[in-house]
């Protein structure tokens, strides 16, 4: 009887003690380039915005209490002109925890996160759509960077790969309203309104591609300069950790 209560008591701590907000990673973190942060500079829910920022690069935004916020702005390549990359930009707040084991989970805010596709070979206008992903870092830990002096912060991807180096940027983080922006889901079976501008549609959370329904068009990002990111990326690994 007792040693049961005894594991129920255990139990009970274990749970209470596997999900944590560590305060090492609170701060907006960003690579080399320190030109793609999080905020309002990024995306702008108001006018439904997102803006392109002067170098790629990413970041990520973690507060003391237990929100995150990350920021890319990324060459990709286009499957169907190697010669003609792509770019995209991504944004999605949310929640993060530490798991027991080390890991970060970062659970997004699905209706919030928005992506900017630009393939100029191919659309006059980029392709505005919502964006959602769950995130999983096998591990991270934050140190002060021998070079620079300043600290940074190592993520370790879900097989543990590491990302790129993130760098201190400011703390407290610079962050937009960490509760849900965009409240689509507030639409009901009874009929109450929907109260964001955008529509449900047919595959969910899609917002539609044709911009003009937005009411805001955003223009293809100049392929030039997307050019001159993929030629960086088509380098070695420790290529592009510098160039970030
Ligand atoms: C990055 O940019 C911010 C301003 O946007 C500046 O305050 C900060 O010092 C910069 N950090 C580095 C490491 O250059
Ligand atoms: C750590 O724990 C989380 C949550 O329980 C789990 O999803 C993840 O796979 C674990 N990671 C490792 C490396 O075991
Ligand atoms: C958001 O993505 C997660 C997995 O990344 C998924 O479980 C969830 O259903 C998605 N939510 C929406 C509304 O698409």
Known sequence: ?????????????????????????????????????????????????????????????????????????????????????????????????????GSLTLAPIAVDGRQLYSDPCAYDEAVYTRYNQSEMFQRYEVLTDPYHNIPRLNLYQFDGSPMMPLYLVMSPPEMLPTSTLNPLTTATAGGAKATSKFKRSAEGFTLPMNHKVLGKRHEPIAADRIWWFGVFLTGSGALLYYFF
Not at 24 to 37: A, E, P
Not at 41 to 63: A, H, M, Q
């Open 1 to 101: 009887m007792l040693s049961s209560i005894g594991s129920a008591l255990l139990v009970g701590i274990s749970v209470v003690a596997a999900q944590t907000t560590p305060t090492d990673i609170v701060g907006t973190w960003s690579s080399k380039s320190n030109k793609t942060l999080t905020g309002p500079k990024f995306y702008d829910p108001v006018n439904e915005k997102l803006t392109e920022p002067n170098r790629p690069g990413i970041s990520y935004s973690f507060s003391a209490d237990g929100f995150f916020e990350e920021a890319y702005y990324r060459a990709v390549a286009n499957p169907n002109d190697p010669k003609c990359p792509a770019a995209i930009m991504q944004w999605q707040h949310g929640s993060f925890t530490k798991q027991a084991n």
